[in-house]
């Protein structure tokens, strides 16, 4: 099972993101797509996943600046899908502009995070990030 599917097209972001998980010296697994289309096809178990029965990860965290089919694109699909209706999903972006973080809950984010901008304050951020949605936060979608 995929503890963190994340979401990330910046290969800068993706492997910070690898390290800090890395050295939470836990045994926390995830996988890290750089498209939408790509996660969507997993969740969905379509396209290159049609013959595989994926498991769904603990937590989706997404960013929501994209290219291609966009963060707010996945998680309207990811909501409108029985599968992954409640799947437990953080949006962790760059942008911390009001409209983008309301148009993020009105599409169904469970939670929304603002990228820290130093390498330690991103550490402690997916810490907690992990402790809540790993740890503590209660699910209904094991599917």
């Known amino acids: ?23 939470l010296n836990r045994s926390i697994t995830y996988t890290v797509f750089s498209s939408g289309s790509e996660a969507l096809d997993y969740l969905r178990e379509q396209g290159r996943y049609e013959q595989q029965k994926t498991t769904l990860p603990k937590l989706l965290l997404l960013d929501l600046n994209l290219d291609g089919l966009s963060g707010l694109d996945v998680l309207e699909q990811t909501r409108a899908f029985a599968r992954t209706r409640y799947l437990p999903i953080v949006a962790f972006s760059t942008s911390d502009n009001p409209k983008d973080i309301k148009s993020a809950y009105e599409a169904g984010i469970n939670a929304y995070v603002v990228k820290p901008g130093s390498y330690q304050a991103t550490g402690a951020v997916l810490e907690k990030m992990c402790d809540f949605w790993l740890e503590n936060n209660t699910r209904i979608d094991y599917k």
Do not use: Q, S
């Not at 099972?1 to 050295?23: H, Q, S, T, W």
């Open 1 to 23: 099972m995929i503890d963190v599917l994340y979401v990330e097209d910046n290969p800068n972001d993706a492997d910070i993101f690898g390290r800090l998980i890395r050295k």
